[in-house]
C-alpha cells in the first residue's frame, strides 16, 4: 500500500541519514587527528613566535659576524677555493725557486718534477677544453694521409726495416757479433708465435710490430744514451734509498738484530712499506692518472683495445691479480682474445710492489726499472701474436679508463688497507720459497739417487734444466760458457719462482764483484756482467707453471660465467708470457753495450811485472776494484779483496794514492 511504501522509504532515509551522519563524523574524527599531528611551520603564528624569540633572545655579536662570514663564504666557495690553491701553488713555485737559487745541481730532481708536473695538468686542461678544435684543425691532414696510405706506408715501413738493418750492421762492426744472435733469437721467437699462432691467417701485424718497437725504442733509450741511462740509474738509487726506510719499522718491530734472519726481517717487510704507499697513491688518484696516460700511448700506437691497454700499463703497478680489478665491469664483455691479452700482461709483467725485493737483493736497479716498462708493450704484441682478435670489442674507452679510488676515507686509512692487503702476499711468497726449496732438495736428492744406479750422482734438477734452455740462453745472446748458468736460473723460475730465480741470480752477481777466480775446481763461480744483464730482464714476469690456477682463480671470480673461455685461454697465455720475457732478454742482447769482464789477475800482474806502462783504463778499473774490496784493520793488517797479492795492493795504492787507505799499512808480501 502506499502507506506502507511512505514508511519504508522514511524507514530507509532515516537509515540513509545515519549512515551518512556516521561517514562526516569519522572524517572530521580524522580531520581532527590530522590536524593535531600536522605542523605548519609557514603559519603566522609560528613566525611571531620566532620574533618574539628573537627579540627575548637577541644574537650575539660574534654569532651575527659568523653568520654574515658563513653565507659569504658559501656564496663565493668557488672563488675561495682557487684562491686558498693559487696561494699554495704560489708558495710551492716559490720554494723551488729558491731551492734552485741555492744549488740548483742539487735542486734539479725537484725541478724535472715539478716542470713535468705543470705540463701534464696544463695538457690534461687544454685537451679536455679544445680536443674537438684539434681533431678539427688536424682532419684535412689525415684524410690526404689516409688517401695515400695505400703506398705510403710501405714507404714507411721499407725506411724502418733498412733503418734496423744498417744500425745493425754498423752496430755489430762496434761491438762484437754477439748482437747479431740475439737479433736472430728475437726474430726466431717471432716466427715460432706465428706458426703455432690461434688464427695465423688472421693476425693484425700493427700490434706486434708497434709492441716490439715501443719495446726496441724504450731500451735504446734507457740502455744506449747517456741522459736515459743516467735518469733510470738515478731513479734506481732513489727507488732504493726510499726502501731503506722500512728498516726503521722493522728495527722496532723485530729489534737490532733483525739482519740476522734477513729475508724474512728485511726483504718481505719491504713489500709491506711498498704496498702502503700504493695505496696511498691509488687514494689520490695518481695511480688511475699515471695508468691511462700510459694505456692511452699503447691504445693509439698498437691499436689494442681499451681493455687490453689499461690492464697492460696497470701490470707494471700492480701484480697480476690486481690488474684486472682495474677494469672489472669490462671482464665480463671481453673477447677471447681480450681475456689472452689480459693474462698474457698479468704473466709477463713485474710488478712495482716486488720491484723492492730485487732490488734489495743486489739485481741492478736500472735493468730492473727498464725492464719493468718494456714488459707492458712487449706482452701485449705477443698476446695479439698468439691469440689473434676475431671478434669485435664491446669496452669503449670511457668505459676502461673508469678507475675506483678504492674505498678508503682519508690518506691513512689508504696506507692501513695497503698495510693489510699485503699480507696474503707476504706469506705467500714464504710459504712458497719455503716449499719450492724444499722439493727443489727432494727432487735434486732423487735425481742424485736415480743418477747413481747408472754411476752419474751428478744428475740434478738444475743440470736438466740447463740442457732444457740451453738453446733458448744462446739464442737470447748470452755467452756460450754461460749459458748453462742462464738455463739454470730460467728453470727455476719457469718450474718453481722467479724469487728463488732472482735470489739465485744475485749470489752471481755477488761473486763476481768479489773478483775472485772464476773457475773453482772446474766449476763456473760466475757470469759476465752482458749474461748478467740478459738474465735479468730474461727472469722478469710472473710467468711460472704455478701461477696458472692463481690467474685462473683471480679472473673466475670477477666473471664466473666466463669460466669456459678463461680456462681456455689460460695454458696459451703462459707460454706467451714466459716467450715475452725471452723477447725481452733478446733486446737487452741486441741494446747492451757492456763490455766483456776484465780479468784482472792477469791485467795487473802483467802491468806491475813488465815495462808496460800502467796508467792504462783496465789497470785503473781493476785498481779501482781492488782497493773498493780490500779490508784495513790498522798498520800491517791490510787484506787485500779478491784473492789478490799484497804487491799488487800496494802497487795500486801508490799508483792511485786513495784517501780512504794509508798505503804505509800495506805489509810487503813474504
Known amino acids: 500500500s502506499e502507506e506502507d511504501f511512505r514508511e519504508n522509504q522514511n524507514v530507509s532515509g532515516n537509515d540513509n541519514s545515519l549512515r551518512s551522519r556516521a561517514v562526516q563524523n569519522r572524517k572530521r574524527g ?29 644574537k650575539g655579536y660574534l ?48 725541478f724535472v718534477i715539478t716542470v ?15 680536443e674537438h678544435r684539434i681533431k678539427e684543425l688536424l682532419s684535412p691532414g689525415r684524410r690526404l694521409l689516409d688517401s695515400h696510405w695505400s703506398w705510403l706506408k710501405w714507404v714507411i715501413w721499407s725506411s724502418l726495416i733498412l733503418g734496423v738493418v744498417f744500425w745493425l750492421i754498423f752496430d755489430t762492426a762496434k761491438l762484437g757479433q754477439q748482437q747479431l744472435v ?79 734472519h734477513y729475508l724474512a726481517f728485511k726483504y718481505l717487510p719491504m713489500l709491506v712499506f711498498f704496498s702502503a704507499i700504493m695505496y696511498m697513491l691509488y687514494y689520490l688518484g695518481l695511480m688511475q692518472w699515471i695508468i691511462r696516460k700510459i694505456g692511452w700511448v699503447m691504445l693509439v700506437t698498437m691499436g689494442s683495445s681499451p681493455v687490453e691497454s689499461v690492464v697492460a700499463a696497470g701490470g707494471i703497478f700492480v701484480g697480476f691479480t690486481e690488474s684486472p680489478l682495474l677494469v ?44 719493468l716498462i718494456m714488459s707492458a708493450p712487449t706482452s701485449l704484441a705477443l698476446a695479439k701474436l698468439f691469440w689473434p682478435e ?64 747408472f754411476d752419474y750422482p751428478q ?58 777466480p772464476k773457475f773453482v775446481d772446474g766449476v763456473q763461480q760466475y757470469m759476465s756482467i752482458r749474461s748478467e744483464t740478459i738474465a735479468t730482464y730474461a727472469l722478469c714476469g710472473f710467468g711460472r707453471a704455478n701461477a696458472l690456477g692463481l690467474a685462473i682463480k683471480t679472473l673466475t671470480l670477477i666473471a664466473f660465467f666466463r669460466r669456459d673461455d678463461i680456462t681456455a685461454v689460460a695454458v696459451r697465455a703462459l707460454i706467451a708470457g714466459i716467450i715475452s720475457s725471452f723477447m725481452m732478454g733478446c733486446i737487452a742482447g741486441i741494446l747492451s753495450s757492456t763490455p766483456v769482464d776484465i780479468n784482472c789477475h792477469h791485467i795487473l800482474e802483467n802491468a ?29 793488517e791490510v787484506i787485500p779483496g779478491g784473492y789478490h797479492s799484497l804487491s799488487s795492493l800496494k802497487t795500486c795504492c801508490e799508483l792511485l794514492k786513495p784517501s780512504t787507505l794509508n798505503c804505509t799499512w800495506i805489509p810487503d808480501e813474504l
Open 63 to 110: 654569532e651575527r659576524k659568523y653568520g654574515t662570514v658563513r653565507d659569504f663564504s658559501q656564496k663565493h666557495k668557488t672563488t675561495l677555493w682557487y684562491i686558498f690553491w693559487g696561494i699554495l701553488l704560489a708558495g710551492y713555485l716559490a720554494m723551488v725557486i729558491a731551492a734552485c737559487a741555492l744549488n740548483f745541481h742539487r735542486a734539479l730532481p725537484l
Open 182 to 260: 740475439s737479433f736472430g733469437g728475437l726474430i726466431m721467437f717471432i716466427i715460432l708465435m706465428f706458426l703455432f699462432s690461434k688464427h695465423p691467417t688472421k693476425v693484425r701485424w700493427r700490434p706486434v710490430f708497434w709492441g716490439i718497437g715501443l719495446q726496441f725504442l724504450l731500451g735504446l733509450i734507457i740502455l744506449r744514451t747517456g741522459p736515459g741511462f743516467m735518469a733510470f740509474q738515478w731513479l734506481g738509487k732513489q727507488v732504493q734509498t726510499f726502501l731503506e726506510h722500512t728498516d726503521a719499522g722493522t728495527s722496532f718491530v723485530f729489534g737490532e738484530n733483525y739482519t740476522d
Open 390 to 453: 676475431t671478434e669485435i670489442s664491446k669496452t669503449t674507452i670511457r668505459d676502461a679508463m673508469k678507475m675506483e679510488m678504492g674505498d678508503s676515507r682519508n690518506l691513512l686509512e689508504a696506507a692501513s688497507h695497503g698495510a693489510s692487503s699485503c699480507i696474503f702476499l707476504v706469506t705467500n711468497i714464504t710459504v712458497n720459497m719455503i716449499a719450492f726449496l724444499a722439493l727443489l732438495s727432494f727432487v735434486n736428492a732423487a735425481l742424485s739417487w736415480f743418477g747413481n744406479m
Open 30 to 58: 580524522k580531520d581532527k587527528q590530522h590536524e593535531q599531528v600536522t605542523i605548519e611551520p609557514d603559519s603566522p603564528g609560528n613566525k611571531e613566535d620566532e620574533k618574539d624569540d628573537q627579540e627575548m633572545h637577541p
Open 328 to 371: 672489472r665491469p669490462c671482464i665480463q664483455y671481453a673477447t677471447k682474445s681480450e681475456l689472452h691479452a689480459i693474462m698474457t700482461t698479468g704473466f709477463a709483467t713485474m710488478a712495482g710492489n716486488v720491484l723492492g725485493l730485487y732490488i734489495s737483493f743486489g739485481i741492478s736497479p736500472t735493468h730492473l726499472l727498464t725492464a
Open 116 to 130: 713535468a708536473a705543470i705540463f701534464f695538468v696544463v695538457w690534461d686542461h687544454f685537451m679536455a677544453k679544445y
Open 608 to 636: 806491475f811485472n813488465s815495462s808496460l806502462p800502467q796508467n792504462t783504463t783496465d789497470v785503473v778499473v781493476c785498481c779501482q776494484s781492488l782497493l773498493s774490496s780490500t779490508v784495513a784493520v790498522g798498520p800491517g
Open 459 to 516: 744428475l740434478s734438477f738444475e743440470m736438466i734444466c740447463s740442457y732444457i734452455f740451453m738453446p733458448v740462453s744462446f739464442m737470447m745472446g748470452v755467452d756460450w760458457q754461460d749459458c748453462f748458468m742462464v738455463a739454470k736460473l730460467i728453470g727455476y723460475k719457469t718450474f718453481f719462482s722467479e724469487f728463488i730465480a732472482y735470489e739465485q741470480l744475485s749470489k752471481l752477481v755477488y761473486l763476481r764483484k768479489e773478483a775472485g
